[in-house]
C-alpha cells in the first residue's frame, strides 16, 4: 500500500545508546520531515528534506541525525539518547515543498520511544 | 511565540451535539490543513482549504483568509469522532497547534 512507512512502531533505550528510526515512503514525494509530539506541545519539526542530498534542520534539531541518499528513504539517527528524547515520533512527507499548501502531506503511524 | 492558536484545548460533548473548534493563525499562507489523531494512533489529513469551505460526511471546514482564522464542525458528534483535531499552516516548514483533545460521550 502506498504511503509512509516508519518503522519500528516502539522502542526502549537505555541513555546513550544509538538507533536509527526508519521511514520510507513510495510516492515519489519530494519534500519529508520528521517530528517530535511531546504533551501540551505540539508537533515540532526536527529536521527536513526537500529532496535527494538536501537536508536541513527545524525547530529541534539538536541530538538528531539525518540524511536522504534516495527520494524513498529519510532516516533518523539518535547518536547518544538522552531522556529528554522520550517521544512520539513521526515521520511526513508531501508531494511538493515548493508548492506552499504541501500538498499531499501524510504521516507514518508514529514511533514510541522511551528512553531510561 | 505561537504561530498557530487553538481553541479550545480540550471539549466533551455528548453524542449528537453539533461541535465547533477554531484556529487562529499568524503567518501568511495560501492553505490550511486540519488533521486528525486517535488515540494511539497516526495522524491523518481531514481537510485543505485554501478559502471558504470544505464538507466531507459530518466534518466541515471553512477558512477566513482576511482574518487569518479556520473553524471544523462536526454535525452530529458520535463517540467515534472522539480523537485529537490539529490545525497545520504549512511555510517554510509547517507550523501545528497543539491540538484539541474532544471526548463525544455516549
Known amino acids: 500500500n502506498a504511503g509512509v512507512t516508519q518503522t519500528p512502531k516502539f522502542q526502549v533505550l537505555k541513555t546513550g545508546q544509538s538507533m536509527t528510526l526508519q521511514c520510507a515512503q513510495d510516492m515519489n514525494h519530494e519534500y519529508m520531515s520528521w517530528y517530535r509530539q511531546d504533551p501540551g506541545m505540539g508537533l515540532r519539526l526536527i529536521h527536513y528534506s526537500v529532496g535527494a542530498g538536501i537536508t536541513d534542520q527545524g525547530e529541534v534539531p539538536n541530538g538528531y541525525n539525518v540524511s536522504r541518499s534516495t527520494t524513498e528513504d529519510f532516516p533518523l539517527r539518535l547518536l547518544s539518547a538522552a531522556p529528554s528524547q522520550t517521544s512520539v515520533y513521526f515521520c511526513?512527507?508531501?508531494?511538493?515543498?515548493?508548492?506552499?499548501?504541501?500538498?499531499?502531506?501524510?504521516f507514518g503511524s508514529g514511533t514510541r520511544l522511551t528512553v531510561v | 511565540k505561537n504561530e498557530v492558536e487553538q481553541s479550545p484545548q480540550n471539549l466533551t460533548a455528548q453524542e449528537g451535539e453539533f461541535i465547533t473548534i477554531n484556529c487562529s493563525y499568524s503567518?501568511?499562507?495560501?492553505?490550511l490543513h486540519w488533521l486528525q489523531q486517535h488515540p494511539g494512533g497516526g495522524i491523518v489529513s481531514l481537510f485543505m482549504l485554501s478559502s471558504g469551505k470544505k464538507k466531507h460526511g459530518r466534518l466541515i471546514a471553512t477558512i477566513n483568509i482576511q482574518e487569518k482564522h479556520s473553524s471544523l464542525h462536526i454535525t452530529a458528534s458520535h463517540p467515534r469522532d472522539s480523537a485529537v483535531y490539529i490545525c497545520a499552516v504549512p511555510g517554510n516548514q509547517f507550523y501545528f497547534g497543539t491540538g484539541t483533545s474532544l471526548t463525544v460521550i455516549p
Open positions: 503567518v501568511g499562507i495560501s492553505a
Open positions: 511526513a512527507s508531501s508531494y511538493s515543498f515548493l508548492r506552499s499548501d504541501h500538498y499531499g502531506y501524510t
